[in-house]
C-alpha cells in the first residue's frame, strides 16, 4: 500500500471524530457554509420550443468563482445534461420545455438542488453559492483545549450568522 492510500485510510478511519485528542494531537470538526441557489425567469423574443439555462456558481465564503463545479440536469430520475462550469464559475444550457431539477455541487462544498419549470423561449437566471462542507481538520498542538475552544467559538459565530436565518 502506497503512503497516500495510508494516509487517506488513516484520515477516514479517524474523520468521524468530533475531538480526538492523543498524545499532544486534536482532531476538530469545523462546520460548514449552507449551500444556496436563487433562480430568477425572464421572457426572450424567440420561437424557440427551448429554454436557456445561465448561471454562476460562486463560494459563498468568498464570493468568488468556483470552476468546474458539476451542473446536473435530471427529468424523473434520468441524468439528461450535465456541464462543468468555466474559469469564472458560469455555464450555459440550452434544454427542451419541461420540468427538471437542478443540482450543483463541487467537491468539498455542499450540494444545493432545486426544481426547475422551463418554458419555451424563456431565460432561467441562475445563482448558485456553495457553501464548504463540514470538516474534521487535524492539529498537533500543546493546548489541545485552547485550541478546541478557539474552533468551538469560530464555529458558535458561523452557525449564528448562517443557520439563523
Known amino acids: 500500500m502506497n503512503k497516500c492510500v495510508k494516509i487517506l485510510l488513516l484520515f477516514l478511519l479517524l ?3 468530533s475531538v480526538f485528542n492523543r498524545k499532544r494531537s486534536v482532531c476538530l470538526n469545523v462546520v460548514g457554509l449552507p449551500s444556496e441557489i436563487t433562480i430568477e425567469k425572464e421572457k426572450i423574443q424567440n420561437r424557440s420550443q427551448n429554454g436557456w439555462l445561465e448561471g454562476l456558481v460562486l463560494n459563498r465564503e468568498d464570493s468568488l ?3 468546474n463545479a458539476s451542473i446536473k440536469i435530471i427529468q424523473e430520475e434520468a441524468l439528461l445534461y450535465q456541464q462543468a462550469t468555466d474559469s469564472l464559475g458560469r ?3 440550452e434544454i427542451p ?14 450540494i444545493v438542488k432545486d426544481s426547475l419549470l422551463v418554458l ?3 431565460k432561467i437566471l441562475i445563482s448558485a453559492y456553495l457553501g464548504n462542507e463540514d470538516l474534521d481538520i487535524f492539529y498537533e498542538t500543546r ?4 485550541l478546541k475552544k ?6 458558535q459565530k458561523r452557525k449564528t ?3 439563523s436565518n
Not at 493546548?143 to 485552547?146: R, T
Open 150 to 155: 478557539q474552533i468551538k467559538l469560530q464555529n
Open 143 to 146: 493546548s489541545a483545549g485552547l
Open 15 to 17: 474523520s468521524s471524530c
Open 97 to 110: 420545455a419541461g420540468t427538471y431539477q437542478i443540482t450543483v455541487y463541487r467537491d468539498f462544498f455542499r
Open 120 to 122: 419555451a423561449g424563456q
Open 91 to 93: 455555464f450555459q444550457l
Open 65 to 67: 468563482p468556483l470552476e
Open 161 to 163: 450568522h448562517y443557520f
